[in-house]
T-cell receptor, first 112, second 115 residues
Framework: QKEVEQNSGPLSVPEGAIASLNCTYSDRGSQSFFWYRQYSGKSPELIMSIYSNGDKEDGRFTAQLNKASQYVSLLIRDSQPSDSATYLCAVIHGGSNYKLTFGKGTLLTVNP | GAVVSQHPSWVICKSGTSVKIECRSLDFQATTMFWYRQFPKQSLMLMATSNEGSKATYEQGVEKDKFLINHASLTLSTLTVTSAHPEDSSFYIC???????????FGEGSRLTVL
């Protein structure tokens, strides 16, 4: 069973702080990793994708990947109340082509 | 980003009836679409992969005769929940693949409530 694990939270941070979201995956052959944001009652939207070890920055978001530790994270700098949502980690496992496996998500609350 | 439209956004039906959900890619051609189901506070679970012009590939445990998928054109895939029961009540979401592997564009989702 190929799994993607996330802490369900809720993770609560004050406005302006850095929010750190973590994800681990079981399949060492995984090559592609994604973070999706899902507001309550809405469908997910892609925030970041990362394919190689290291950091990838896009605006206030930084994705970090460590394949040796099978760990991927998302940092949100200068958190805003509008960032409050569930963040889903998703992985394409080795050999599965386009099929994504999603974690259960971490609920983030940014307090004004 | 690409736009995927899903309809209806919510539907209430009686037990035993069938419900059809449509998923359209509005500004691109989607040879592959995916159908997910999400129960409250749970993750998205892939139900099936819909390929234009061929039969859908269903995930283990998903009844293909109950969840009928048709992908007749490059811009439209439909999911029909046949003989719906209360346990089928869920949030159904379609998605279409973008140019990069794993880059999915999601429809707005359809919330089904079976009474």
């Amino acid at each position: 069973q190929k799994e993607v694990e996330q802490n369900s939270g809720p993770l609560s941070v004050p406005e302006g702080a850095i929010a750190s979201l973590n994800c681990t995956y079981s399949d060492r052959g995984s090559q592609s990793f994604f973070w999706y944001r899902q507001y309550s009652g809405k469908s997910p939207e892609l925030i970041m994708s990362i394919y190689s070890n290291g950091d990838k920055e896009d605006g206030r978001f930084t994705a970090q990947l460590n394949k040796a530790s099978q760990y991927v994270s998302l940092l949100i700098r200068d958190s805003q109340p509008s960032d409050s949502a569930t963040y889903l980690c998703a992985v394409i496992h080795g050999g599965s082509n386009y099929k994504l496996t999603f974690g259960k998500g971490t609920l983030l609350t940014v307090n004004p | 980003g690409a736009v995927v439209s899903q309809h209806p956004s919510w539907v209430i039906c009686k037990s035993g009836t069938s419900v059809k959900i449509e998923c359209r890619s509005l500004d691109f051609q989607a040879t592959t679409m995916f159908w997910y189901r999400q129960f409250p506070k749970q993750s998205l679970m892939l139900m099936a992969t819909s390929n234009e012009g061929s039969k859908a590939t269903y995930e283990q445990g998903v009844e293909k005769d109950k969840f009928l998928i048709n992908h007749a054109s490059l811009t439209l895939s439909t999911l029909t929940v046949t003989s719906a029961h209360p346990e089928d009540s869920s949030f159904y979401i379609c998605s279409a693949s973008g140019p990069l592997a794993g880059e999915l564009f999601f429809g707005e989702g359809s919330r089904l409530t079976v009474l």
